[in-house]
């Protein structure tokens, strides 16, 4: 499994983006697709996922504010969105994408997303 995410850039607070990520290869292997984000000097972690079936998980400090979906047919999953609303700086990160499924995790190469103040 291929990951392309694309969709990062400069934003300041209170702005929006929305990042995109489409999976190639084997997609009928992937159960969940997600984004994940690492600050400078911080641990990578879990913003949002999408499972197959639809099912969504957020990070606390991201719900209400973030949605991540996907544009695939039912009972797939191989391109997702993060649309990311009310930015503020401590969002920004390098966003990555992850996919996971058949035991194996496939990450995309990663995207900028910086708010400003």
């Known amino acids: 499994v291929q990951l392309q995410a694309s969709g990062g850039g400069l934003v300041q607070a209170g702005g929006s983006l929305r990042l995109s990520c489409v999976a190639s290869?084997?997609?009928?292997?992937?159960?969940?697709m997600g984004w994940y984000r690492q600050a400078p000097g911080k641990q990578r972690e879990l913003v949002g996922s999408?499972?197959?079936?639809?099912?969504?998980?957020?990070?606390d400090s991201v719900k209400g504010r973030f949605t991540i979906s996907r544009d695939n047919a039912k009972n797939t999953v191989s391109t997702v969105y993060l649309q990311m609303n009310s930015l503020k700086p401590e969002d920004t990160a390098v966003y990555y994408c992850?996919?996971?499924?058949?035991?194996?995790?496939?990450w995309g190469q990663g995207t900028l997303v910086t708010v400003s103040s």
């Open positions: 290869g084997s997609i009928f292997s992937i159960n969940v």
């Open positions: 999408i499972t197959r079936g639809g099912s969504t998980n957020y990070a």
């Open positions: 992850n996919a996971y499924g058949s035991g194996y995790a496939y």
